[in-house]
């Protein structure tokens, strides 16, 4: 018969002071108390912990040694566990390639659903791409021009890992004498020995041609000897490559040509859909350019430019610095030659100069060459030059050097006036033009990526009655999962994400809510759920929607642990455990548990006494303080979802910024705001959302960004060194007489010899 509570006996983990505690089964249960009474000590470091040390310990010894031994926690006795899975406030991934959509294992349905059910167009006129025969294929390569060489391959193993022995075996066997092995020819009657763990690609060389000249009389014997035997070949390669070929022309490019998927209009042709064409993640989906990250470290213009106030003798170029002051005359001759070129004043203002002649310093002048003339004279000599040439510009020499340069320093120094820009060949899209050119119901899967989550449900809604029985016996089920992991982040109020959302982007509440989504899509029953304040960072209107879901969750037969402040979700819970009565030392001890109104009727409980109404979360002095010190003004801010946003900050008061989730509020305040100002007051290498202007910068001389992430990862670290405090306590101890003896003298220097408190 299955326990209907989970017993704990002397739980003395941290501060815990040998609590009994009682929780029932397939509950929601939540976890309250002060900060630092010992929640989490009991949630995490007990319960999570014991459950994770007896799910190893389940293992076999072999699996065991991967793993590692678990430290037992500080309790008597734990009865009636379940299987738990803690789900904490963390970014759910630091790797830029992680988004939204690949954790939450949406992406993968829509591979899938691509790949199965994906109408390819082709990237360049768009049209719709039908399959070619050989005939079609063996006119496309005979149309090249004359004197071209090129051998034909036929893929057989495309970006897979193992050794593939019987491949390479039965290629022999069927006469083939050679191969391309990873870019590289080789002869099949060697030995030959791959990496069992790294991926390869083997094709198999069918032929060596070369186009001849096509003339009248006795070239059309040559001409049809050509072409039967490029016949043969094409029909030989593209049954040996399962419907595709590769054509390797010499000194030239490699062309892709499939039997399946091809542009009658562009003569392009198309891999065969899997789900691998549409992962960023894999060689055969990935942008060749940015290899899938979707981004490219290049030159920035705005980091080029320091003061647009300034004229560039003055400073205006961060790269050029205040020519005035210099004395490299040579940089001033190039300047004043590029200025005499083009009629402009060095004096004038950047901002007010002509953008044709800011794009001639940034970006170079192109084929247009500008004369030069430098003179410069020395003590007993002198030196001239003249020449007609084009300038590069600046963001010319700045990569030129970055990627020339040995010195780690001068390479910083050149990677400040770089940011992360948008992939110029994808558009930032990440896959290849292949994938991004295959439709279901009129959209790409980078569009459906790009779709807040509400608009993706409704897209995949649409679906159900645009598909043929053809296209719903195939894709269906894809369907239905991509639904109901939509569902489930709606219903945890991330509406506002997009599929696209980079992972180490999201918030601690976002990517707790995300893995809860995930979990809530495997469909456990049975499980032990520990979750760590997931309303934080809600809105009133979600946090709802996020009881309702811990409720169903329970209602399946888990059991759901919740360590929460929040008043809507506590009153929700079927069971209360509130741990006190104060923090640190003073708390460890269970005041009361029970249910809702047991806790509120309680009067040993803190946190009854709020539930009850008898105390209220009101403002320290009972008023509010009056602006005096001005306000920053921040006008136009267009990032993301903002639409040309107007906000006003009052200086020296408490100001918060609210709304429900996904309204714009780190849009506006993490993202466009702070940037500004640290840019402007930190001299920081910030990149604001787009903005009009920013008024009362004159109150302020700096500004501090505060947020949640982690304050330092080496285990030396502690509070107390954060902060600065043991750098007194250090020097009180060594102003102490113990510790000035310890070094030898009175007077604490540790060589004295001869001073007047060491005599």
């Known amino acids: 018969m299955e326990p209907g509570f989970i017993v704990i006996r002397g739980a003395q983990q941290h501060n815990l002071k040998h609590i009994d505690v009682t929780i029932p089964r397939n509950k929601l249960v939540v976890l309250t108390g002060v900060s630092g009474s010992g929640k989490s000590s009991l949630a995490f470091d007990t319960i999570y912990a014991e459950g994770q040390r007896r799910y190893v310990e389940s293992l076999s010894s072999f699996a065991r040694q991967f793993l590692g031994q678990m430290e037992k926690p500080k309790v008597d006795f734990i009865g009636g566990l379940s299987p738990a899975i803690a789900i904490q406030q963390k970014a759910v991934s630091k790797n830029p390639r992680s988004t939204v959509g690949t954790v939450t294992e949406v992406m993968d349905y829509l591979r899938v659903l691509f790949a199965r059910v994906g109408e390819p167009h082709c990237s360049q006129c768009g049209r719709k791409v039908a399959s070619q025969n050989a005939q079609q294929i063996a006119d496309q390569l005979a149309a090249l021009p004359s004197g071209t060489r090129f051998q034909l391959l036929a893929p057989v193993v495309r970006q897979r890992k193992g050794t593939h022995v019987d491949v390479l075996a039965q290629a022999k066997q069927e006469g083939y004498a050679r191969a391309r092995i990873d870019g590289v020819p080789v002869e099949l009657n060697r030995e030959i020995k791959l990496a069992k763990t790294k991926n390869h690609t083997i094709e198999l060389i069918v032929d060596r041609l070369a186009v001849p000249a096509r003339v009248n009389g006795d070239g059309d014997d040559l001409w049809r000897d050509f072409t039967t035997r490029l016949m043969d070949s094409v029909e030989t390669a593209l049954r040996a490559g399962e419907g595709m070929v590769v054509v390797d022309i010499v000194d030239g490019e490699e062309l892709l040509l499939s039997e399946q998927h091809a542009c009658a209009h562009c003569g392009i042709s198309f891999p065969e859909l899997s789900p691998q064409l549409f992962s960023f993640n894999s060689p055969l989906g990935m942008c060749p350019e940015c290899n899938g990250l979707g981004t490219k470290l290049e030159v920035d213009p705005a980091l080029i430019i320091g003061d647009p106030m300034l004229s560039i003798m003055d400073g205006a170029l961060r790269w050029y610095g205040n020519v005035r002051k210099k004395n490299s005359k040579w940089q001033i001759h190039q300047l004043q030659s590029i200025a005499r070129h083009y009629g402009i004043d060095l004096e004038t203002p950047w901002q007010d100069l002509p953008q044709s002649f800011r794009d001639v310093i940034i970006y170079g002048s192109g084929d247009e060459k500008i004369h030069f003339e430098f003179h410069a004279e020395g003590q007993d000599s002198s030196w001239s030059n003249e020449s007609n040439r084009p300038t590069r510009g600046i963001v010319f020499h700045i990569n030129r050097l970055f990627h020339q340069t040995r010195s780690e320093y001068t390479r910083r120094w050149y990677g400040s006036f770089m940011s ?216 136009g801010a267009t990032l993301h979802n903002l639409k040309e946003v107007d906000a006003r900050f009052p200086l020296g008061v408490f100001t918060c910024v609210t709304g ?54 080496t285990p030396r670290s502690n509070p107390a060194t954060y902060i600065g405090v043991y750098d007194a306590i250090r020097q009180l101890f060594a102003e102490t007489e113990a510790a000035r003896r310890a070094r030898g003298t009175v007077c604490g220097a540790s060589r004295c010899t001869s001073c007047p408190m060491c005599g």
């Open 420 to 635: 992360e820009q948008p992939c110029t060949a994808c558009g930032g899209a990440r896959l290849r033009s292949e994938a991004r050119g295959v439709l279901v119901g009129g959209k790409s899967i980078m569009d459906v990526s790009a779709m807040p989550i509400d608009a993706a449900h409704a897209w995949v809604q649409s679906l159900y009655t645009q598909f043929d029985d053809e296209q719903f016996a195939i894709g269906g089920e894809v369907l239905k999962e991509i639904r109901d992991r939509l569902q489930f982040m709606l219903n945890v109020g991330l509406h506002y994400l997009t599929l696209d959302r980079s992972a180490p982007s999201l918030s601690g509440g976002e990517s707790q809510r995300i893995r809860l989504a995930s979990q809530i899509g495997c469909g456990l029953v049975g499980v032990l759920y520990i979750l760590d304040e997931p309303s934080i960072g809600l809105h009133a209107r979600d946090t709802s929607r996020l009881a309702d879901l811990l409720e169903a969750l329970s209602a399946a037969g888990n059991t759901v642990l919740v360590v929460e402040h929040d008043h809507e979700t506590m009153m929700d819970a079927d069971w209360i455990l509130d741990l006190g009565p104060g923090a640190g030392v003073l708390g460890g001890r269970v005041v009361a548990d029970g249910t809702p109104q047991d806790i509120a009727a309680n009067p040993q409980s803190l946190t009854g006494r709020y539930l009850s109404g008898e105390l209220a979360v009101v403002s320290p002095n009972g008023g509010r303080r009056t602006p005096q010190n001005g306000s920053l003004t921040l006008c």
């Open 660 to 713: 429900v989730s996904g309204s714009g509020k780190s849009s506006l305040v993490a993202e466009t705001l702070y940037p500004a100002l640290a840019r402007d007051l930190n001299r920081a290498e910030t990149r604001p959302g787009p903005y009009a202007r920013l008024e009362g910068l004159e109150h302020l001389d700096k500004v501090i960004d505060i947020t949640q992430d982690p304050i330092g990862r």
